[in-house]
């Protein structure tokens, strides 16, 4: 999914979000090839099913991207 950057000065940027089943494995794995996360994991959202984590990094060029989990409840 792509979207604007919310109160950024990011004029002509997309934010590009990719879901993932385990935000903190992918994270390890995009840090170890040069990725730099701005922050661990974190809790967006409780949906009625689910809790919807989001970890946000910039990527080789600079762009912000995000990786995104819908963690289901039990």
Known sequence: MLGQPEGSSERHSTVGYFRVDNDERVQWFLS????VFEGKPHLIAKMQDHDLWMAFFRDLDGNLRTLTSEVPRH
């Open 32 to 35: 170890s090839r040069g990725a």
